[in-house]
């Protein structure tokens, strides 16, 4: 059984340009979450996609922006790209309703803004 | 969501016992402690979660005191291989939609040989 899957594993991108990154959850998982996590840093959240909605968001500007798909994959995307926004970007998943012992993250995909 | 203080980083020798201790002080009655372990270049990887008390389980033991404004994370006999970031966060088991996990700092443990 595969756990969360990302992709790509490593992305570089310039200043003002647009990035989008993927991720499969785990068998048997609905509910998808995506978080930042700046070098040095512990992972920040940036929102959670449930039944192919945004069901909760945090501190994240509207460049940061995602979709999930029937089959729970989901995206996230990233506009107008910001030196700032270089970080490893962590995907997790989980059956709606569950502990939070039951989240799952993927490996993670490390974008690089030059 | 309840605030966490844990030390920024700690240093350990093979087979010795660690024990990293979390502060929330303002944990609520709903709330769970829940430890992660992340490795460089990996997500963070769940340990083990509790409400009051002890809980054990393969990897780790819980110790929660009765006032809960503390825990702390026991790791029996580490190994190189336990080198990672540990962190601890404090919320409820199940919300009623989201269930976002609020990260730290976290505590770089260094295992050394």
């Known amino acids: 059984d595969a756990g969360v899957t990302q992709s790509p594993t490593h992305l570089i991108k310039t200043r003002g340009q647009q990035v989008t990154l993927r991720c499969s959850p785990k068998?048997?998982?609905?509910?998808v979450s995506w978080y930042q996590q700046a070098l040095g840093q512990g992972p920040q959240f940036i929102f959670q996609?449930?039944?192919?909605?945004?069901?909760q968001r945090g501190n994240f500007p509207d460049r940061f922006s995602g979709h999930q798909f029937p089959n729970y994959s989901s995206e996230l995307n990233v506009n107008a790209l910001l030196l700032g926004d270089s970080a490893l970007y962590l995907c997790a998943s989980r059956r709606d309703r569950e502990s939070t012992d039951t989240q799952y993250f993927g490996p993670g995909t490390r974008l690089t803004v030059l | 969501l309840a605030k966490t203080t844990q030390p920024i980083s700690m240093d350990s020798y093979e087979g010795q016992e660690v024990n990293i201790t979390c502060s929330h002080n303002?944990?609520?009655?709903?709330?769970?402690i829940t430890w992660y372990q992340q490795f460089p270049s990996q997500g963070p990887r769940f340990i083990i979660q509790?409400?009051?008390t002890k809980v054990t389980n393969e990897v780790a033991s819980l110790f929660i005191p009765a006032d809960r404004k503390s825990s702390t994370l026991s790791l029996p006999r580490v190994s190189l291989s336990d080198t990672a970031v540990y962190y601890c966060l404090v919320g409820p088991w199940v919300t009623n939609a989201g269930n976002m996990l609020t990260f730290g700092g976290g505590t770089r443990l260094m295992v050394k040989p």
């Open positions: 509790g409400y009051k």
């Open positions: 068998s048997g998982h609905d509910t």
């Open positions: 996609y449930y039944e192919e909605e945004e069901r």
């Open positions: 303002n944990i609520a009655t709903n709330d769970y």
